[in-house]
């Protein structure tokens, strides 16, 4: 079965400037998350949604970020303006848990690496 | 909340060596642990879990990881490493009856050396 999908692999932008990453999750998975991983860090978690509803997104920048998963498939993350300090990897992942089931693995993309000049 | 400690950041070691990977964490409440791998410009992909029951959990690929709920502990071990295990290991712990989001420590780079 085919993995978790995200573009670009790579993005340069200066500071200020905005940039959307896009994430396909595998099929028929029902949550998906953003994380995001600084160097040296481990992945935080931007943003979770179920189907296309948001069920944490605690720890997102809502000043500067925002994310969408419409129909419940794909996702985009959205930043703007961005920071210095936005440099990171940013990570996708979904997992085919539903509401009230047990615990399911998360698959993970193979990350967007954003660096802001 | 929950937080995890990787004590090490970085692991070399020669190869068919054994090799330890600390991971400890702190939650108030009951927690699934998690081991992941990160191969160099690859996603992460888990390695092992412990969800319940047996406290000594084990990969496909030799590595194991015992549950230690008195030290809240869930270090990585492996009697002999490759060359191919070098990688980025991250311990994770997700809140059990929560959100499954997944709380991750900083990592450990472990380098295996011919």
């Known amino acids: 079965e085919a993995g978790v999908a995200q573009s670009p692999r790579y993005k340069i932008i200066e500071k200020r400037q905005s940039v959307a990453f896009w994430c396909n999750p595998i099929?028929?998975?029902?949550?998906l998350y953003w994380y995001q991983q600084i160097l040296g860090q481990g992945p935080k978690l931007l943003i979770q949604?179920?189907?296309?509803?948001?069920?944490?997104d605690s720890q997102l920048p809502k000043d500067r970020f925002s994310a969408e998963r419409l129909k419940g498939v794909d996702s985009t993350l959205k930043i703007q303006p961005a920071k210095l300090e936005d440099s990171a990897v940013y990570l996708c992942?979904?997992?085919?848990?539903?509401?009230?089931?047990?615990?399911?693995?998360?698959?993970f993309g193979p990350g967007t690496r954003l660096t802001v000049l | 909340a929950q937080s995890v400690t990787q004590l090490d950041s970085q692991v070399p070691v020669f190869e068919e060596a054994p090799v330890e990977l600390r991971c400890n964490y702190s939650?108030?409440?009951?927690?699934?642990l998690f081991w992941y791998v990160q191969y160099p410009n690859q996603g992460l992909q888990l390695l092992l879990k412990?969800?319940?029951?047996?406290?000594l959990v084990e990969s496909i690929n030799g590595f194991e990881a015992e549950f230690n709920k008195s030290q809240t502990s869930f270090h990585l071990r492996k009697p002999s490493v490759h060359i191919s295990d070098t990688a980025e290991y991250f311990c994770?712990?997700?809140?059990?009856?929560?959100?499954?989001?997944?709380?991750f420590g900083k990592g450990t780079k472990l380098t295996v050396n011919p």
């Open positions: 992942a979904s997992s085919p848990r539903t509401s009230g089931g047990a615990l399911y693995e998360q698959f």
């Open positions: 099929s028929g998975h029902a949550t």
């Open positions: 949604f179920q189907n296309n509803g948001v069920v944490d």
């Open positions: 939650s108030s409440v009951s927690v699934y």
């Open positions: 412990y969800l319940s029951g047996s406290t």
């Open positions: 994770a712990v997700s809140r059990q009856g929560g959100s499954e989001k997944l709380v």
